[in-house]
Protein backbone atom coordinates (compact mmCIF):
# COMPACT_ATOMS: atom_id res chain seq x y z
CA UNK A 1 0.00 0.00 0.00
CA UNK A 2 1.37 3.54 -0.74
CA UNK A 3 0.96 6.49 0.91
CA UNK A 4 -0.19 10.49 0.47
CA UNK A 5 2.06 13.24 1.95
CA UNK A 6 1.21 16.53 1.63
CA UNK A 7 3.74 19.28 2.07
CA UNK A 8 2.17 22.96 3.01
CA UNK A 9 3.69 25.75 3.37
CA UNK A 10 1.85 28.22 6.42
CA UNK A 11 2.37 30.94 8.14
CA UNK A 12 2.25 31.51 12.10
CA UNK A 13 -1.36 33.07 11.04
CA UNK A 14 -2.57 30.11 8.81
CA UNK A 15 -2.12 31.60 5.65
CA UNK A 16 -1.20 28.65 3.39
CA UNK A 17 -1.76 30.51 -0.01
CA UNK A 18 -0.09 34.03 -0.65
CA UNK A 19 3.33 32.98 -0.92
CA UNK A 20 4.54 35.34 -3.26
CA UNK A 21 3.63 37.71 0.22
CA UNK A 22 6.13 35.45 2.49
CA UNK A 23 8.00 32.21 1.54
CA UNK A 24 10.79 34.08 -0.74
CA UNK A 25 11.92 35.82 1.84
CA UNK A 26 13.04 32.43 3.74
CA UNK A 27 14.79 30.71 0.60
CA UNK A 28 17.86 28.90 1.85
CA UNK A 29 20.24 26.46 1.18
CA UNK A 30 18.78 24.47 4.03
CA UNK A 31 15.44 24.74 2.71
CA UNK A 32 16.94 23.63 -1.29
CA UNK A 33 18.17 20.76 0.60
CA UNK A 34 15.00 19.42 2.41
CA UNK A 35 12.88 20.13 -0.75
CA UNK A 36 14.72 18.35 -3.15
CA UNK A 37 14.90 15.30 -0.34
CA UNK A 38 10.81 15.43 -0.02
CA UNK A 39 10.58 15.16 -4.09
CA UNK A 40 13.21 12.69 -4.66
CA UNK A 41 11.90 10.73 -1.89
CA UNK A 42 8.60 10.46 -3.90
CA UNK A 43 7.81 8.36 -6.61
CA UNK A 44 4.73 10.86 -8.01
CA UNK A 45 3.02 13.91 -7.29
CA UNK A 46 -0.38 14.37 -7.41
CA UNK A 47 -2.66 17.96 -7.26
CA UNK A 48 -5.31 19.83 -8.04
CA UNK A 49 -6.08 21.58 -11.35
CA UNK A 50 -4.80 25.06 -10.11
CA UNK A 51 -1.38 23.64 -8.94
CA UNK A 52 -1.59 22.05 -11.69
CA UNK A 53 -1.58 24.62 -14.01
CA UNK A 54 1.08 26.94 -12.32
CA UNK A 55 3.57 24.04 -12.32
CA UNK A 56 3.03 23.36 -15.45
CA UNK A 57 3.96 26.75 -16.76
CA UNK A 58 6.93 27.32 -14.46
CA UNK A 59 8.67 23.60 -14.51
CA UNK A 60 9.65 22.90 -17.89
CA UNK A 61 11.07 26.05 -18.55
CA UNK A 62 13.45 25.01 -16.20
CA UNK A 63 14.49 22.10 -17.75
CA UNK A 64 18.52 21.08 -17.26
CA UNK A 65 18.99 23.85 -14.95
CA UNK A 66 19.06 21.98 -11.70
CA UNK A 67 18.35 18.17 -10.23
CA UNK A 68 15.21 19.70 -8.85
CA UNK A 69 13.96 21.07 -12.00
CA UNK A 70 14.61 17.93 -13.91
CA UNK A 71 12.93 15.84 -10.93
CA UNK A 72 10.29 17.93 -10.96
CA UNK A 73 9.64 17.55 -14.92
CA UNK A 74 10.71 13.54 -15.02
CA UNK A 75 8.51 12.45 -12.10
CA UNK A 76 4.83 11.06 -12.54
CA UNK A 77 2.34 13.69 -12.12
CA UNK A 78 -1.27 13.00 -11.48
CA UNK A 79 -3.66 16.19 -11.12
CA UNK A 80 -7.22 16.09 -10.05
CA UNK A 81 -9.64 17.59 -13.13
CA UNK A 82 -12.83 16.99 -14.19
CA UNK A 83 -12.13 18.89 -17.58
CA UNK A 84 -8.67 19.01 -18.04
CA UNK A 85 -8.36 16.48 -20.93
CA UNK A 86 -5.13 17.47 -22.82
CA UNK A 87 -2.45 17.65 -20.21
CA UNK A 88 0.34 19.05 -21.80
CA UNK A 89 3.63 18.53 -19.34
CA UNK A 90 5.13 15.31 -19.63
CA UNK A 91 4.11 12.11 -17.32
CA UNK A 92 0.55 13.83 -16.26
CA UNK A 93 -2.48 11.58 -15.82
CA UNK A 94 -5.88 12.81 -15.37
CA UNK A 95 -7.75 12.23 -12.61
CA UNK A 96 -11.79 12.68 -11.88
CA UNK A 97 -12.82 12.14 -15.31
CA UNK A 98 -14.27 8.53 -14.68
CA UNK A 99 -16.55 10.19 -12.36
CA UNK A 100 -15.32 8.36 -9.19
CA UNK A 101 -12.31 10.76 -8.06
CA UNK A 102 -12.27 8.94 -4.73
CA UNK A 103 -11.58 5.28 -6.32
CA UNK A 104 -8.80 6.49 -8.68
CA UNK A 105 -7.44 8.20 -5.63
CA UNK A 106 -7.70 4.64 -3.80
CA UNK A 107 -6.20 2.57 -7.20
CA UNK A 108 -3.37 5.00 -7.15
CA UNK A 109 -2.90 4.93 -3.68
CA UNK A 110 -2.78 0.70 -3.78
CA UNK A 111 0.65 1.10 -6.21
CA UNK A 112 2.87 0.98 -3.76
CA UNK A 113 3.76 4.64 -4.65
CA UNK A 114 4.68 7.76 -2.52
CA UNK A 115 2.54 9.96 -3.71
CA UNK A 116 3.24 14.04 -2.77
CA UNK A 117 1.06 16.84 -3.09
CA UNK A 118 1.75 20.62 -2.25
CA UNK A 119 -0.42 23.08 -0.86
CA UNK A 120 -2.94 22.58 0.49
CA UNK A 121 -6.75 22.86 -0.77
CA UNK A 122 -9.23 20.77 -2.63
CA UNK A 123 -7.06 17.45 -3.46
CA UNK A 124 -6.01 17.85 0.31
CA UNK A 125 -9.80 18.33 1.80
CA UNK A 126 -10.52 15.20 -0.35
CA UNK A 127 -8.12 12.96 0.77
CA UNK A 128 -8.85 14.01 4.61
CA UNK A 129 -12.52 13.12 3.86
CA UNK A 130 -11.63 9.60 2.68
CA UNK A 131 -9.11 8.59 5.10
CA UNK A 132 -5.87 8.50 2.28
CA UNK A 133 -3.90 11.15 3.47
CA UNK A 134 -1.38 9.73 5.55
CA UNK A 135 1.38 12.28 6.15
CA UNK A 136 1.34 15.77 6.78
CA UNK A 137 4.02 18.33 6.20
CA UNK A 138 3.53 21.68 7.20
CA UNK A 139 6.74 24.36 6.55
CA UNK A 140 6.18 26.75 9.57
CA UNK A 141 7.45 29.65 8.40
CA UNK A 142 8.62 32.53 11.35
CA UNK A 143 5.96 35.44 9.91
CA UNK A 144 2.39 36.65 10.38
CA UNK A 145 0.86 37.40 7.07
CA UNK A 146 -1.43 39.98 7.98
CA UNK A 147 -3.30 39.70 4.55
CA UNK A 148 -4.69 36.19 4.25
CA UNK A 149 -8.47 35.82 3.59
CA UNK A 150 -10.70 33.32 5.22
CA UNK A 151 -10.36 30.96 2.37
CA UNK A 152 -6.10 31.47 2.15
CA UNK A 153 -6.04 29.85 5.75
CA UNK A 154 -5.07 26.29 6.48
CA UNK A 155 -8.63 25.66 7.93
CA UNK A 156 -11.28 23.80 6.00
CA UNK A 157 -14.76 22.52 7.64
CA UNK A 158 -13.91 18.87 7.83
CA UNK A 159 -14.52 15.77 10.59
CA UNK A 160 -11.74 15.93 13.44
CA UNK A 161 -8.42 14.19 12.15
CA UNK A 162 -5.94 13.38 14.75
CA UNK A 163 -2.09 13.10 13.68
CA UNK A 164 0.70 11.86 15.14
CA UNK A 165 3.69 13.93 15.61
CA UNK A 166 6.89 11.88 13.48
CA UNK A 167 9.40 14.94 13.09
CA UNK A 168 11.09 18.40 14.21
CA UNK A 169 13.11 19.50 11.84
CA UNK A 170 14.32 23.21 12.70
CA UNK A 171 15.91 25.90 10.14
CA UNK A 172 18.24 28.03 11.17
CA UNK A 173 16.40 30.82 9.03
CA UNK A 174 13.34 30.10 11.61
CA UNK A 175 11.17 27.46 9.16
CA UNK A 176 10.62 24.32 11.16
CA UNK A 177 9.22 21.35 8.81
CA UNK A 178 6.64 19.56 11.65
CA UNK A 179 5.92 16.38 10.12
CA UNK A 180 2.61 14.24 10.77
CA UNK A 181 1.34 10.72 10.54
CA UNK A 182 -2.77 10.26 10.49
Known sequence: ??????????TLDGDTRNLPNWHFDYSSDEGDRAVTAQLFSSNALVM????????????PARAGVDELSDRMNSIK???????????????????????????ELRDLKSRDEKVLQY???????LLLEHGLLD???IWLHPILSGKAQPTD?????????RFTL??????SNGIVILTYGA
Do not use: C
Not at 1 to 10: E, I, K, P, R, S
Not at 119 to 125: A, D, E, I, N, R
Not at 153 to 161: F, H, I, K, S
Not at 166 to 171: L, M
Open 1 to 10: MGTFVNATYM
Open 48 to 59: GRKTYESFAEAW
Open 77 to 103: KYVVSTTLTDPKWENTTVIGTSGDTVA
Open 119 to 125: GYGPVTT
Open 135 to 137: ELR
Open 153 to 161: LLYRDLPQT
Open 166 to 171: KGVESH
